[in-house]
């Protein structure tokens, strides 16, 4: 009885770990989200496929886990890091609440020693944040602060006190999940509680589709936010006060220049 959640990363193959890609290929079934899966179709011939669209999560969940409490080895794929804003909390919930007995030691011949209980292994994965922060340079070099915008679970006050402390406390600030169709005034709102502690003239980095065909890549200002470009793909980098632009890229200093003679 073997499951493994595993961090596909942006969602091309070439940016996957090794260990992903030879856990996906071993396994007898594949669970994840229409959209990751079509991203790594390669490596899924001859595979069992549970694929489901949004909001589905819980169902997708429970289905990888029935596959392996089986005795079929599932691979259940989240894009990015599946424990940031991904799969791997709500693997762990579900099996809390039905009181599955988990292991993750292996035996003698390197093989998951599952006899007693289910063996889990998270497998990692290169979150949105790291691909898009790369791509515009170094804006997380120093301490940062990662805030999803989206309110179907977390009630909008409490991301509206996590937005107020964040920018108040001087983080550079990441923004998951900026806008979709039907949620378009929470960026705006972001906006402008950000700007009651931060300069106008802050800089932000937009990535879209990070590391995949359709990537995107801009720069804008604080003030300028609520105009740019955005949707479900997109990851914003609100610069902190030591935040810098430099030719076409963001970065924040960590404060060596102050320490060293550089």
Known sequence: MTLYVIGTGPGDIAYMSGRAVEIIKQVDCVAGYTTYIELIADLLKDKQIISTGMMKEVERVEKAIEQ?????????????????????????????????????T?????????????????VPGIPALAAGAALVGAPLTHDFAAISLSDLLTPWEKIENRLTCAAMADFVIVLYNPKSKK?????????????????????????????????????????????????????????????????????????????YEI
């Open 106 to 122: 292996r035996n003698k011949e390197n093989h998951p020693d599952s006899d007693s209980g289910l063996f889990l292994e998270i």
């Open 68 to 104: 392996a409490l089986t005795g079929k080895s599932c691979a259940l794929v989240s894009g990015g890091d599946p424990g940031i804003y991904a799969m791997a909390g709500l693997v762990f919930e579900i099996c809390k609440q039905r009181n599955i007995k988990l292991v993750r």
């Open 183 to 259: 949620r378009d005034w929470q960026l705006k709102r972001a906006q402008e509680l950000m700007l009651e502690h931060r300069d106008a003239a802050t800089p932000v980095g937009i990535v879209t589709g990070a590391m995949r065909e359709n990537q995107r890549i801009s720069f804008t200002s604080l003030d300028q936010l609520d105009k740019a470009d955005v949707g479900m793909q997109t990851i914003l980098f609100i610069g902190s006060s030591a935040s810098l632009r430099y030719l076409d890229f963001l970065f924040t200093p960590r404060g060596y220049s102050k320490k």
